[in-house]
């Protein structure tokens, strides 16, 4: 059983900054890639950004680049998600995921098979 953890997820003032966490526990897997996904209400869950494992390649949304960015952590497994610049339209439940396989789009929520509870973010005007 695996069990990605996030945490970080608060409240923010607009133009401030947040870093979201997130740790596998449980069973040890290798990632292929992690990932950040969000959902507003009424919305579509949408892709943030990502990290290739091999190499630390990361990938983001074009909406938040140069705005948010992902890391590593020392741990294994373990990312963050870097929140600059933070605007209302943010706010929403933000997901960490995973995935194992080198197949299906590394911008698509069905290609990850681990996923956390999600962490809300609510940023004020």
């Known amino acids: 059983q695996v069990q990605l953890v996030e945490s970080g997820g608060g409240l923010a003032q607009a133009g401030g900054s947040l870093r979201l966490s997130c740790a596998a526990s449980g069973h040890a897997f290798t990632a292929y890639a992690m990932a950040w996904f969000r959902q507003a209400p009424g919305k579509e869950r949408e892709f943030v950004a990502g990290i290739r494992w091999v190499g630390g390649i990361p990938f983001s949304a074009d909406s938040v680049k140069g705005l948010f960015t992902i890391s590593r952590g020392s741990a294994k497994n373990t990312v963050y998600l870097h929140m600059n610049s933070l605007d209302p339209e943010d706010t929403a439940v933000y997901y960490c995921?995973?995935?194992?396989?080198?197949?299906?789009?590394?911008?698509?929520?069905?290609?990850?098979?681990?996923w956390g509870q999600g962490t809300q973010v609510t940023v004020s005007s």
């Open positions: 995921a995973a995935k194992t396989m080198s197949f299906g789009g590394l911008y698509d929520a069905p290609s990850y098979e681990y």
